[in-house]
């Protein structure tokens, strides 16, 4: 089992920068890719950035390509989002997420572990 818990998440003006956490307890997070994903009000919840299990690899949604930068320390068991550049459609409940499997991918049920969220509001 793996438990994930979000942070970083906060209300920041259009333009600026936020840098999320997403915290690993549990076995073998080396072995996982790792995701990020974001809810927005009466939104499904849609694919944002994912990481290979040793970093290596990297995909991002179009819409934060040039923006946002996913990344990991295997060490700490610990995964991130840093957000450059934030509009106001970016505001959203942040959901970091892991897959039993090496690589990455787009697609929520290809993944098995979840966190709770962390809410990240734009204002103008």
């Known amino acids: 089992q793996v438990q994930l818990v979000e942070s970083g998440g906060g209300l920041v003006q259009a333009g600026g920068s936020l840098r999320l956490s997403c915290a690993a307890s549990?076995?073998?997070?080396?072995?996982?890719?790792m995701g990020w994903f974001r809810q927005a009000p009466g939104k499904e919840r849609a694919f944002v950035a994912a990481?290979?299990?040793?970093?290596?690899?990297?995909y991002y949604a179009e819409s934060v390509k040039g923006r946002f930068s996913i990344s990991r320390d295997n060490a700490k068991s610990t995964a991130y989002l840093q957000m450059n550049s934030l509009k106001l459609e970016d505001t959203a409940v942040y959901y970091c997420a892991a897959r039993n499997d090496y690589t990455t991918s787009y697609l929520s049920n290809e993944y098995n572990y979840w966190g709770q969220g962390t809410q990240v509001t734009v204002s103008s």
């Open positions: 990481i290979s299990y040793s970093g290596g690899n990297t």
């Open positions: 549990g076995r073998n997070f080396n072995s996982k890719a």
